[in-house]
C-alpha cells in the first residue's frame, strides 16, 4: 500500500526538513513558504527516513543518498611505516578524514595516496553532500612485523 507525503525543504540546500504523511494545507504551504521552505508530494510505500533524501535538481521528487564505492591499493588495506594506501574512486568534493581531522577535500582526480609516518590502525572518513559517510580502516604495520 502507498501512500501520499508531503515533504518540505530547504529552498537553497535542498535538504529534507521534514516529511508529513498527507497533503498539506494551503495554511501549512503558505507558512513554510515565508520559512524559506519548498515542498514536493510524493508517494512511497515507505516511510521517509529525511536523513537519507534530498530534493533533486527539478525540485519534484526526493533523491536517496548516494554511496561511496572507494577501493584501496594495496587491496587488504595494510601496509608498513613509510609504505603508501592509494585510494580510488573518490568523488571530486569529498572531504577525507583521518583522526578526526580533515586531511583534504578531493580534487577531479577522484584518487588519493596517503603516506604511513604512524603504525597502528587509521580510521577514515569520507563526507560529501547527498552521500552517506562513508568509512574505511587502514593498517599500519609496526617494523618487524
Request: negative net charge.
Amino acid at each position: 500500500m502507498s501512500d501520499t507525503f508531503t515533504v518540505f525543504y530547504d529552498n537553497t540546500s535542498k535538504e529534507i526538513a521534514y516529511a508529513m504523511r498527507g497533503t498539506a494545507t494551503s495554511e501549512q504551504i503558505s507558512a513554510e513558504s515565508s520559512a524559506g521552505r519548498g515542498y514536493v508530494t510524493t508517494t512511497r510505500s515507505d516511510d521517509i527516513a529525511t536523513n537519507h533524501f534530498y530534493i533533486n535538481a527539478d525540485e519534484d521528487d526526493i533523491v536517496e543518498y548516494s554511496t561511496f564505492s572507494i577501493s584501496v591499493s594495496p587491496a587488504n588495506g595494510q601496509c608498513a611505516i613509510d609504505g603508501t594506501f592509494t585510494l580510488s574512486g573518490v568523488p571530486e568534493g569529498t572531504k577525507v578524514y583521518g583522526g578526526g581531522v580533515l586531511l583534504g577535500t578531493m580534487n577531479s582526480d577522484s584518487s588519493l595516496t596517503l603516506t604511513a609516518k604512524e603504525a597502528g590502525v587509521w580510521r577514515i572518513l569520507f563526507e560529501k553532500t547527498n552521500y552517506y559517510q562513508g568509512e574505511l580502516s587502514l593498517y599500519v604495520k609496526r617494523r618487524g612485523e
